[in-house]
């Protein structure tokens, strides 16, 4: 069974930082592209940040300049640092593990089931 290991969310106040870390079993961490999603009540799903196989990475618009992904092969575990937090950064963060030309052999995309991340103003 695919498991994606999500920890690091909790409370904080506007301006705070976090970081979150998800880990995954060695087989699908190296195959995948890995990512943080996000969502919000009443909201869906969103991208907020993802690092390929070979380490590049993109944000959504929001979140540049404040929130850094980062990939560490070694220990399968990929890191969300966020910094410079806002109230409308609350959110449900999830753990994604893909590879496009996978998804009907393994059943990808994979996630995480998710960490709270709440910032209060």
């Known amino acids: 069974q695919v498991q994606l290991v999500e920890s690091g969310g909790g409370f904080v106040q506007a301006g705070g930082s976090l970081n979150l870390s998800c880990t995954a079993s060695?087989?699908?961490?190296?195959?995948?592209?890995m990512g943080w999603y996000r969502q919000a009540p009443g909201k869906q799903r969103e991208l907020v940040a993802a690092?390929?196989?070979?380490?590049?990475?993109n944000y959504r618009d929001s979140v540049k300049g404040r929130f850094t992904i980062s990939r560490d092969n070694a220990k399968k575990t990929i890191y969300l640092q966020m910094n410079a937090l806002k109230p409308e950064d609350t959110a449900v963060y999830y753990c994604?593990?893909?590879?496009?030309?996978?998804?009907?052999?393994?059943?990808?995309?994979?996630w995480g089931k998710g960490t709270l991340v709440t910032v209060s103003s």
């Open positions: 060695a087989t699908i961490f190296s195959i995948s592209d």
């Open positions: 994604n593990a893909d590879n496009s030309q996978l998804r009907i052999a393994l059943g990808m995309p994979y």
């Open positions: 690092v390929t196989r070979d380490g590049k990475s």
